[in-house]
């Protein structure tokens, strides 16, 4: 079983739609939890950190549940830019190593 | 200039080769990652270093290895390339401030072993 699963899609949805994907992860020891965002052809860059209590940053709304070890990551109002890959990022603890999730790709369709 | 700087960007190589991938950056990290990228595997982690004279081993490091010659290069080498080691390699870089812990991407290296 991989360490961080995701789906990979791709969720294609039309302008203005509401998409969330889910992410597990297996070390229920994990501690720290991510979403970075990666264009085709492009370097990963982190969109997002999950805290324990939820947090949203505009139209993105992340939120952890440990007790069934899964993230996830909701957008509101899809817009075109937001056509791109969306990796889940674990880690045992601040300052440990990165595990990836094999991404999910959303295309974002007018 | 990018903080995270790869080279070269794209190479293609033939099997049985040495080929080495360069990255430096300048954000005064002192972690630094090598990580490959095949369809559909998402990033896997290849070696780590958390500071110049640190060196792990990541979850595919045969085939491979690295060299921290300073806080801010760390180097990839394929002793011997095979066609299954073409992918997208990145180098990143690491900071983490209390519990919170971000990633620099280089802007990857296309690697082609034919």
């Known amino acids: 079983r991989k360490e961080v699963e995701q789906d990979p899609g791709p969720f294609n949805v039309p302008e203005g739609a509401t998409v969330a994907f889910n992410c597990t992860y297996s070390?229920?020891?994990?501690?720290?939890f991510f979403w970075y965002r990666q264009d085709c052809r492009k370097e990963p860059k982190l969109l997002m950190s999950?805290?324990?209590s939820g947090n949203e940053d505009g139209r993105f709304t992340a939120q952890l549940n440990r007790a069934s070890q899964y993230i996830s990551l909701l957008i509101r109002d899809s817009k075109l830019s937001d056509s791109a890959t969306y990796l889940c990022?674990?880690?045992?603890?601040?300052?440990?190593?990165?595990?990836f999730g094999g991404g999910t790709r959303l295309m974002v369709k007018p | 200039d990018a903080d995270v700087t790869q080279t070269p960007r794209n190479r293609i190589t033939k099997t049985g080769k040495r080929i080495m991938l360069e990255c430096s950056q300048t954000?005064?990290?002192?972690?630094m990652y090598w990580y490959r990228q095949d369809p559909g595997l998402g990033l896997r982690l290849i070696y780590y270093?958390?500071?110049?004279?640190?060196?792990n081993k990541g979850e595919i490091s045969d085939g491979y290895s690295v060299s921290r010659q300073a806080q801010a290069k760390f180097s990839l080498s394929l002793e011997s390339a095979i066609p299954n080691q073409t992918a997208l390699y990145f180098c990143?870089?690491?900071?983490?401030?209390?519990?919170?812990?971000?990633?620099?991407f280089g802007q990857g290296t296309r690697l082609t072993v034919v």
């Open positions: 999950v805290y324990s």
């Open positions: 954000k005064g990290h002192d972690r």
């Open positions: 270093s958390f500071d110049v004279k640190d060196i």
């Open positions: 070390n229920s020891a994990s501690q720290s």
């Open positions: 990143a870089t690491s900071d983490t401030t209390g519990d919170y812990t971000e990633a620099f």
């Open positions: 990022v674990v880690s045992l603890s601040a300052g440990n190593m990165l595990t």
